[in-house]
């Protein structure tokens, strides 16, 4: 195998690989898309299926618009669904929340007034 023919062979490689990709990320917005109803994606499948590079550069051209919409859309609402995840398990009390929680414990006597004091330091960030 020559250097040239290593070439030829990455390049058709190469255009495969992208072939594949345009065609999965045709069929996922195909079905994300709720605009289109059961019918319609069903002759896009058989149209993908019958005439894939036709098909896939028709959608490109004629959906290709919305196609990047729900994929922005979808990763906003990936990343709020992840920001608030992150908020309920970092918790957002504030530190006079705690104290005071911490004081009610105190004067339920469930809680010493020792302990008080040291969730009052943990709680000021005075003490790790």
């Given at each position: ?43 896009w ?13 028709i ?14 859309a ?19 009390t504030s ?22 004091e ?11």
């Open positions: 195998m020559t250097f040239w023919d290593f070439l030829v062979w990455s390049f058709w490689f190469y255009l495969v690989v992208v072939c594949i990709s345009i065609f999965i990320r045709v069929f996922i917005d195909l079905f994300r898309d709720p605009e289109l109803n059961g019918w319609a994606k069903a002759l499948v058989l149209f993908l299926v019958v005439a894939p590079f036709l098909a896939a550069f959608y490109l051209i004629a959906r290709g618009g919305r196609m990047a919409q729900r994929s922005m979808g990763a906003r609402q990936a990343q709020a669904q992840s920001d608030d995840y992150i908020r309920s398990v970092a918790g957002s530190p006079a929340a705690e104290i005071e929680a911490a004081k009610q414990l105190r004067d339920s006597g469930a809680i010493t007034p020792a302990e008080f040291t969730l009052k330091a943990k709680a000021l960030g005075t003490v790790a």
